[in-house]
């Protein structure tokens, strides 16, 4: 049975083949960079550069614990250095499009950072501007490449479970906003910087909804002051339907995080260990349970790597393959438009308390 999942490992390899590695710059040196970029960068046997942060002496701390070469005075001594190919740009959302726009302007190829851009004419704006500039844009969606994830949406393109009906999410954490102090005060919350991962996913896999429902809230003495419980539906032509039910304030400690797709011959089903551990993390489980193999019940499928830092590699490889090879990278600017016009969907559906249609006005 074990050679049957040999197409499967394959989907989700991570690695980076010597042609495809160019030199990358990274801007920004937060904890993101430092526990899951630069140690997945360096697993994937890319060139760092050099790292700009506005906090110099934080820029110097990491480049120095990672073994990078330097630090950048500023960001134009950074877009400057002709040897960079591809800028990693990992600041707070508000800063991102300024700094892709000066990217881009140098000629570099460009790996954003979720959410893309603050609403879709922004990124509508950075995906015509990267076209018209012969360059490449990715956005580091990397749950897409998490082994658990890749695996399960290889197995869904082999045809395992039949026709995909229905795929779910169920995240039930605690989680302390207060590591990042711009999170706790932001209007919108969790469906625009936790969810987004799953909704990411879902599209990975089921595609764009027709409609989208979504409520959230918040719980009684959190300190965050955005929505920390959503619940996301979404629905698609005939009777496929997803579900995203996340909260972030479990205060009991019986945490979970699990995902599950159903089809109309089996199901596939697992965890997201990075959740149970963050930031840390375990190995995801995954399992599936198919007609089609057979597999005689749940056959659990070896899962070795984890969402942080393993699957930061994903969206870089992707990227560099673009970029060496032509096409489009898989989460590339223009693909993500459809998650943010997903996002802006299910917050209008949230604020009205009706379904909505995402791309729509209505």
Not at 111 to 126: E, I, M, N
Request: hydrophobic content about 45%; overall charge negative.
């Amino acid at each position: 049975m074990i050679d049957v999942f040999a197409p499967i490992a394959a989907a989700a390899d991570l690695a980076v083949p010597a042609a495809h590695r160019l030199p990358v710059a990274v801007v920004g040196a937060g904890a993101i960079v430092d526990v899951a970029h630069l140690p997945a960068y360096r697993q994937a046997g890319l060139e760092i550069t050099g790292l700009f942060d506005l906090d110099a002496g934080r820029a110097a701390e990491v480049a120095a614990r990672h073994g990078v070469p330097r630090t950048y005075a500023s960001l134009e001594e950074l877009l400057a250095d002709e040897r960079v190919a591809v800028v990693d740009i990992a600041v707070a959302p508000g800063a991102q499009p300024a700094i892709a726009r000066a990217a881009l302007a140098a000629g570099k190829h460009l790996l954003c950072q979720k959410p893309f851009a603050p609403d879709v004419a922004t990124g509508q704006a950075l995906v015509d501007l990267a076209a018209a500039s012969g360059l490449k844009v990715a956005v580091n969606q990397q749950l897409r490449f998490d082994e658990g994830i890749a695996a399960a949406r290889a197995m869904v393109r082999e045809g395992w479970i039949g026709e995909p009906t229905a795929m779910t999410f169920t995240v039930n954490i605690l989680t302390d906003w207060s590591a990042w102090d711009w999170l706790v005060t932001t209007d919108r919350l969790e469906i625009v910087y936790h969810s987004i991962h799953y909704l990411d996913a879902i599209r990975s896999i089921l595609g764009d909804p027709e409609t989208v429902f979504c409520t959230g809230s918040r719980t009684p003495g959190q300190v965050a002051k955005g929505e920390t419980r959503t619940m996301s539906t979404l629905v698609y032509p005939g009777d496929v339907r997803a579900l995203v039910h996340a909260t972030h304030e479990n205060r009991t400690g019986d945490q979970e995080a699990s995902f599950r797709i159903d089809g109309s011959e089996g199901a596939i089903k697992g965890t997201l260990g990075l959740l149970y551990d963050y930031p840390h993390g375990r190995p995801d489980t995954l399992e599936v349970n198919s007609r089609v193999l057979p597999t005689d019940g749940w056959l659990p499928y070896p899962v070795t790597g984890r969402w942080l830092p393993d699957a930061v590699a994903g969206p870089m490889g992707s990227l560099l393959r673009a970029i060496a090879e032509g096409g489009e990278p898989e989460t590339s600017g223009a693909d993500n438009l459809g998650t943010l016009r997903l996002l802006d969907a299910l917050y209008r559906s949230m604020d009205s308390g009706e379904s909505r249609r995402p791309g729509s006005s209505t």
